[in-house]
């Protein structure tokens, strides 16, 4: 008898295991969330943007949360060296799908601290295409379609490469016709750059050590600039 219990108590034990199991490591399979997001600082020496430095040393947060290609982004810069440091939010919602993009940003730009948010005249609009090709060239083209009579527009090809551990990415940049805002009467190149950037990974955070030549033939100017930051 006590032989015939402890075969019952056998079968009833197998299925109550073999059912346990498959509960268990379903239960630890990690479903990856479609929705990205990311938060980030930088510290530049100076805040250099297409062929001129627009701020000396300069303080740059920026937020973004992503899904499926498309992207929604805060980023802003506030100078943090004497009376004249500029101040700007830039808000960027961009689509990129198999190589191509596109995005619409709004710089806004205030003068004083009486340009509110909401007034027009510290806004600029921009819309702008872009190609990756194969991450050996990028094409990008950008437009100012409100608050810009000129509708400036600026034209860039990049390569990407490495070195070692070192990132780098060169640039010619241009203005293909009048403006105002890139200070061109015509057809010029007005950037030509090199940039450098070196990640270190700690965990779930990245350490980026960057450094960026820039010269616009236009200006006659040169200008080097070195940044650090931390995103997660």
């Not at 806004?108 to 921009?126: R, S």
């Not at 640039?171 to 403006?179: D, I, T």
Request: with cysteine.
């Amino acid at each position: 008898m006590k032989k015939l219990f402890s075969l019952i108590a056998l079968a009833l034990l197998i299925p109550a295991v073999s059912f346990a199991e498959p509960a268990d490591s379903t239960a630890t399979v990690s479903r990856k969330s479609p929705v990205e997001a990311g938060i980030g600082v930088d510290l530049v020496s100076s805040y250099l943007w297409r062929g001129s430095q627009l701020d000396r040393a300069a303080i740059q947060p920026d937020a973004y949360i992503s899904w499926k290609g498309l992207t929604l982004d805060v980023w802003g810069s506030a100078g943090i060296v004497g009376e004249s440091a500029s101040r700007e939010i830039d808000l960027s919602l961009s689509y990129e799908i198999k190589g191509f993009s596109i995005i619409f940003t709004d710089y806004f730009c205030p003068a004083a601290d009486t340009d509110l948010f909401f007034k027009n005249g510290a806004h600029t609009l921009e819309v702008g295409v872009g190609y990756d090709l194969l991450g050996y060239v990028q094409f990008n083209w950008y437009t100012n379609v409100y608050n810009d009579s000129d509708y400036s527009s600026y034209f860039e090809v990049s390569a990407p490469f490495s070195i070692g551990a070192v990132d780098f990415s060169a640039a010619v940049g241009m203005s293909p016709y009048r403006s105002a805002a890139y200070g061109t009467t015509g057809f010029n190149v007005v950037n030509c750059s090199l940039a450098a950037r070196h990640d270190f990974e700690f965990s779930k955070v990245t350490v980026p050590l960057s450094a960026q030549l820039m010269f616009n033939p236009v200006l006659k100017q040169a200008f080097f600039c070195a940044g650090v930051g931390i995103s997660f």
